[in-house]
């Protein structure tokens, strides 16, 4: 059997799986202490926003659209469902 060069099949597809799972878990995290679940510092909430902020797509270049008085909580379960897709 030949050896290939570079690295091994399906090694970019599982960062990319592991990403969308880290991001989902802090979603996940921030959405319970939002609705009360838990509770988290004031710390624990700007770092969850931080790690959010490298993990997801930075939307400040993109267009917005849509209800501009929709609430943190909404942006959030959006988030939640695009994280599980």
Known sequence: ???????????????????????????NRLMSAFDGTIELSQTQVNIGKTLLDKALPDLK??????????????????ARERSRD
């Open 61 to 78: 270049a993109m267009e917005l659209s849509g209800d501009v008085n929709v609430g943190f909580h909404e942006i959030l379960l959006k």
């Open 1 to 27: 059997m030949a050896k290939t060069a570079g690295r091994p099949l399906g090694k970019r597809h599982q960062e990319d799986v592991r990403a969308k799972i880290q991001a989902s878990q802090i979603i």
